[in-house]
């Protein structure tokens, strides 16, 4: 490996990646994951009920022990960038060449959904910054209401309707509420509303392309360009907007801690709700269990997102000391983070708190921080604005992991070809064009109200799935490429033990992936992971006629296309049919409550 920095080259495929990070750059890179607690910080609570700060911390534990076994297998390529999807792919193509791909594309199209889901909530934010909807007893609604009032009566058929549908209600308390509907609706900006064009994808969702979609869109542009300008400028971009959000977010978490405003009862007599967003204490039966492993379904897809550390290999000035100490401290400020922020929520907030609209959909989630630590309006209004620069965080780590990703794919001859160019900063600027477009169509979906948790159970099946294979990959790496230089290497256990939790994720999976109100979420997410077999076919087999590009297996000690022998014999095949197993057994067992 030469260690001369290659820059300035813009001609297509020749351009390489430069080597201008140090592990702090890198940490700084990956600075935007802590923020992803506040993704689906609502949605957990609601289907999880008391259990939710519990299943943060398993979580987060998983994902930090999981991490050591791919920052062994990072640093046996250094000079791939890309992540563990990469470096774990390698392992599997002894054993399959539509393997490798698949784990590199489910990596993808986990990671690149951050993009459009936190910019609909940036734009949700914005919204509300300048056309907030009415609250019910807001002024202005009860003005309304007072002119209103002779326009509906006790008579009429909407109140009828209302109390059928509102058992026990009176007629009285039937008109109020009408009429404060009414009130809000009337006094709501239109651009709310407003909507181009909604159409139904069929057994997906519904798009909607309103004023959500065309400000998210813009926000990704604005990312877009930060990021065209290399590594270097997005991990100092990164450093200013990690350290203005994450130590107020420190901050927000330890305060209602060391000040005594955590409730005992709202972190004690931990069981499952009845039925998600139930708001009522159920019990240990199958459909609680179920919705508890659906809480650890969906939060994989935030806790374990540090692994992104290692995206950067090909990046790092010194690959072999930086990818561990990348991937190692990345992994402690995430475990700070996932266990105070959801601890100090739910202590303060409690169950019924939670499952305020707001915090489900994130658009309320700066009101619920400023009232963690009691401050005024004008506060509340600047955590707004730290919520948007932290979703800014997330949305440039996304988009500079997963656009690596797909350059790395096309360079090892598994993604199309188009994909292996970088522009005269050294960022891969197609894989970013690639990603723009992908979140835009997301961007449609996630912007329909129940669009957004959608993308996230379907996306979420495709990172379940490539943490199954790169877990496997490291027992797989020791038996096959045992002789290949680690500069850091995990204690046999604890490869063991990762091995176990790839199987625990498949649990996960098979019983999570329906919780989030979409039955089909993981036959869905299983059809767009096979997406990419006719893909790589046609790269692989007609435009590289079945031959792997020079360089692509070069750290692993290969020459030409010699793949190697199967020293791990059928263990590889077994593994991998054990997985599905679990995941459809765990599909059929694990039911929703009644």
């Known amino acids: 490996m030469t260690d001369v920095v290659e820059a300035g080259i813009s001609s297509g495929t020749e351009g390489k990646l430069v080597r201008a990070l140090d592990w702090k750059g890198a940490f700084w890179v990956a600075a935007g994951v802590p923020p992803l607690v506040l993704f689906s910080i609502g949605g957990i609570a609601g289907t999880t009920g008391k259990l939710a700060f519990l299943v943060w911390i398993i979580s987060m534990v998983m994902g930090f022990l999981q991490s050591f076994t791919y920052a062994e297998i990072a640093g046996m390529f250094a000079n791939k960038s890309g992540g563990a999807s990469v470096y774990g792919a390698t392992a599997w193509l002894r054993y399959s060449k539509f393997i490798a791909p698949l784990s590199v594309w489910c990596n993808w199209f986990a990671w690149s959904p951050v993009l459009s889901l936190g910019c609909a909530i940036a734009a949700g934010y914005i919204l509300n910054a300048f056309f907030p909807i009415p609250a019910a007893d807001s002024q202005m609604v009860l003005d309304w209401i007072s002119a209103h009032a002779a326009s509906i009566t006790a008579d009429s058929p909407r109140v009828a309707e209302y109390i059928a549908a509102h058992a026990g209600t009176t007629p009285d308390d039937a008109v109020k509420a009408l009429l404060g509907t ?292 490291g027992w797989i790496h020791r038996m ?47 059809i767009f992971a096979a997406l990419i077999l006719p893909v790589f076919a046609y790269r692989h087999y007609v435009r590289d006629g079945g031959k792997f590009p020079a360089g692509a297996m070069e750290d692993l000690g290969l020459v030409g296309q010699d793949l190697g022998v199967k020293k791990a014999g059928m263990l590889p095949y077994l593994a991998l049919a054990a997985g599905l197993a679990i995941v459809l057994i765990a599909n059929v067992i694990f039911q929703l409550p009644a």
């Open 182 to 473: 009414d009130g809000i609706a009337a006094l709501t900006p239109w651009i709310r509303s407003w909507s181009l064009v909604s159409f139904s994808i069929p057994f997906l969702a519904t798009a909607n392309v309103n004023a959500t979609f065309f400000i998210g869109g813009i926000l990704m542009l604005i990312i877009f360009a930060i990021q065209h300008r290399g590594i270097s400028e997005t991990a100092s971009v990164q450093k200013w907007l990690a350290i203005i959000v994450l130590v107020p977010l420190l901050i927000i978490g330890l305060y209602p801690i060391v000040s005594g405003h955590i409730l005992a009862a709202n972190v004690t007599g931990l069981v499952p709700p009845t039925a998600a967003y139930s708001g009522a204490d159920g019990t240990w039966s199958n459909g609680g269990w179920t919705l508890f492993l659906g809480g650890l379904y969906i939060a994989a897809w935030s806790t374990y997102g540090f692994e992104t550390a290692v995206c950067y290999t090909r990046e790092l000035k010194n690959p072999k000391t930086d990818t561990f100490k990348a991937i190692f401290y990345s992994g402690l400020a995430c475990c700070l983070f996932f266990f105070l922020v959801p601890f100090a929520f739910q202590g303060v907030l409690g169950h019924a708190g939670m499952l305020a609209p707001g915090i489900v959909d994130g658009t309320g989630v700066a009101e619920a921080l400023g009232g963690l630590i009691g401050v005024g309006r004008v506060i509340t209004q600047l955590l707004v604005v730290l919520m948007i620069m932290a979703l800014f965080l997330a949305i440039m780590t996304a988009m500079a992991g997963s656009s690596r990703t797909l350059y790395q794919g096309s360079k090892d001859g598994w993604l199309p070809k188009y994909l292996d160019h970088v522009n005269e900063n050294g960022a891969p600027t197609r894989a970013m064009w690639t990603d723009f477009a992908f979140n835009l169509f997301l961007l449609a979906i996630a912007s329909d109200t129940g669009g957004y948790f959608f993308v996230l159970a379907v996306s979420n099946v495709g990172y379940i799935i490539f943490n199954f294979l790169n877990l496997n990959s």
């Open 480 to 526: 096959d490429s045992g002789h290949i230089e680690r500069p850091w290497k995990a204690p046999t256990w604890l490869i063991g033990l990762n091995t176990v939790l790839a199987f625990v994720n498949a649990l996960f999976l098979g019983a999570g992936a329906k919780v989030w109100g979409y039955s089909n979420a993981l036959w869905v997410g299983f």
